[in-house]
């Protein structure tokens, strides 16, 4: 029952992943209607989207936790639903809840996934200690973990993942509900793990994090991949950031905004309130430039922003339509002082 | 993870696995005991889960004794003959419905979508919990026994017989775990699982002759009571403990609960696989 079949064994250059036309019902709810993916070997790919987009429908289906309805989808050039068992063993799923056995200590929890894994006693405790001390819960290792932090729970999670060095990790919002601190040592964490060999297929629900460590972004609405891109592809038919200035004197709005025409080139537009202006900024170099001619004119600012495009802006540009769940509106305001 | 010193060593590619898609028997099994280890550490955690096979057989045992033993036998240590291996067989196999309320909880959880995305035996975490609860099961047939001899059970059957009528009773409990783990896997909360085990398990185990002779019951339920599988598993347990005699009740006993695992291990498996 053991032996290797020579279809099993793949020529190495395969796609990591490779989805057509992924369809999963339920009900009348299509929660994925028809996803195409590619994953290069050895890369981050970011799946973009609201809640309710579909993302973890889809992860579910290649991780095998789910029977897709429609298509069909191969990891590493195995059949997620003909050899099931051989997908599992190339891949490391961190699902958005942590799948970690809340009332054993932290320990416990990766000797008995590494004893499943085929690890001896020896082995698994070994790995254990490794992977503890590599995310930094060395000191927690006895704890139950309901004692845990959010942080804490999470990076459990992804060292459970990691104890059979899979080729392939799922990382399903692997970032959600953490704190800014605790995300930037996550991001860290991934950006290792895809220096050692690993393939990364991540969800998202900011733009930001896709663009930090995506190669390749799927922007995912409705069940349907709406864009697919590297993260400038998908900037550039967003559109720019824009820059924001609150004047001192209401009264200069007409000569600020005649200034921004002449030194950047665009069209600013002014607030209702006269006391905000909105300008597209195209070219960050000029805005020094925009700067001094407002100094010398006079023009007094009490604010300067820039924001970035928020995910809101990249369905609205996509899909024409705003993304559907709320939980972008975090995003809004990402301004700098 | 600021704390990440060495590099992580090279991960094998793909192509370089030596990947299957079955698993094999040995497997199975190393995965089971694996699993059957959690469900221990579990218990070693939460050592309150315990209160069913501790607490209750002592409380169970020294009510029905003080309370019925004068009004059925004339006495406590007439009726003690007579209630230990009534009482045991109902604490045991009542214990049983742990199995299934604790599966149902288990397969909410998150750690179970882990189980279900390792190159694991799909069946493990069932066969391991069902194995980790025949400790259970053990602690509750030590217990009640215990009991019974410090009140002053004298059972004539000696040792060996008195352990050859507690391994029946957990092979027993075994058999019918399988029925409240197939409840478990197909029912929707853990609730309702003790729910509708509690609804089949009071009628047959107090209708039968755990607590009182047969024959003081009226018509139809004295049939009943004398068809109950739970009456042929307390008449042989009390036969082996009193008397030392493996007779006919025992070998039906054994034969009950072979039915019921050809029955309900099969139909478990299945729901289980379907939802694993």
């Not at chain 1, 698994?124 to 001390?133: M, P, R």
């Not at chain 1, 509900?177 to 950006?191: A, E, N, S, V, Y």
């Amino acid at each position: 029952m053991t032996t290797t079949s020579p279809a099993t064994r793949v020529a190495s250059g395969t796609l990591a992943v490779r989805a057509e036309g992924l369809v999963k019902t339920f009900g009348d709810n299509r929660a994925v209607d028809g996803v195409d993916l590619n994953v290069e070997s050895g890369t981050v790919y970011g799946v973009l989207g609201p809640n309710g987009a579909g993302k973890t429908t889809t992860i579910n289906m290649l991780a095998t936790l789910m029977r897709p309805d429609g298509g069909r989808a191969e990891i590493f050039g195995h059949d997620v639903v003909r050899e099931p068992n051989v997908v599992r063993q190339l891949i490391g799923v961190t699902g958005q809840f942590a799948s970690v056995d809340e009332t054993l200590s932290a320990t416990e929890n990766l000797v008995i996934f590494g004893r499943l894994l085929g690890l001896s006693r020896t082995d698994a405790k070994k790995k254990s200690v490794d992977l503890l001390e590599r995310f930094g819960l060395t000191e927690a290792a006895r704890r139950p973990l309901k004692k845990f932090s959010g942080g804490m729970r999470r990076r459990l999670d992804l060292a459970a993942s990691l104890i059979a060095q899979p080729p392939l990790i799922f990382l399903d919002e692997p970032t959600t509900g953490l704190d800014p601190r605790t995300r930037g040592q996550m991001w860290d964490t991934i950006r290792e793990l895809v220096a050692s060999g690993s393939t990364v297929l991540l969800t998202t629900q900011y733009l930001d994090e896709a663009d930090q460590l995506a190669d390749r972004i799927a922007v995912i609405d409705h069940g349907r991949v709406v864009a697919e891109g590297t993260s400038d592809d998908l900037k550039a038919s967003v559109g720019t950031s824009s820059l924001i200035l609150r004047l001192a004197d209401l009264a200069d709005g007409a000569d600020a905004l005649r200034a921004i025409e002449q030194v950047l080139g665009v069209r600013a537009t002014l607030s209702p309130e006269a006391t905000r202006i909105t300008a597209p900024m195209a070219d960050a170099d000029r805005v020094a430039d925009l700067l001094i001619t407002l100094r010398e004119a006079g023009i007094h600012l009490t604010e300067m922003s820039v924001q970035k495009p928020t995910l809101d802006e990249v369905f609205l540009t996509i899909t024409g339509a705003p993304a559907t769940a709320d939980a972008d509106s975090e995003q809004k305001t990402e301004a700098l002082a | 993870m600021t704390t990440i010193t060495a590099t992580p060593t090279r991960i094998v590619p793909a192509g370089e696995r030596d990947l299957h898609n079955r698993t094999s028997v040995v497997q199975t099994v190393q995965n089971t005991l694996t699993m059957a280890y959690r469900g221990l550490v579990k218990i070693r955690r939460t050592p309150e889960q315990l209160i069913d096979v501790t607490v209750q057989p002592i409380i169970f045992t020294l009510m029905f004794a003080y309370i019925f033993g004068g009004a059925i036998a004339g006495g406590v240590q007439d009726y003690l003959p007579a209630l230990i291996p009534g009482i045991l067989v109902q604490t045991v196999i009542t214990t049983s419905v742990v199995t299934g309320v604790q599966l149902r909880e288990d397969m909410d959880k998150g750690v179970f979508d882990r189980f279900r995305s390792l190159p694991i035996a799909r069946i493990a975490p069932l066969s391991g919990a069902l194995l980790a609860d025949t400790l259970r099961y053990a602690i509750a047939t030590t217990i009640t026994f215990v009991v019974g001899f410090l009140m002053g059970y004298h059972p004539a059957g000696g040792v060996g017989s008195i352990v050859l009528a507690g391994l029946l009773v957990i092979a027993s409990a075994w058999a019918i775990s399988w029925i409240f783990a197939f409840f478990g896997v197909i029912a929707r909360t853990a609730s309702s699982v003790q729910g509708i085990s509690m609804l089949v398990l009071f009628p047959l185990t107090f209708l039968s002759n755990a607590y009182v002779p047969v024959d003081s019951l009226p018509g139809p339920l004295a049939w009943f009571a004398s068809v109950n599988p739970i009456s042929h598993l307390v008449t042989a347990v009390r036969e082996l403990a009193n008397n030392g005699v493996w007779g006919t009740d025992a070998w039906l006993s054994l034969l009950g609960a072979a039915v019921i695992v050809a029955i309900f291990a099969p139909l478990t498996v299945r729901a289980y696989m379907r939802k694993a």
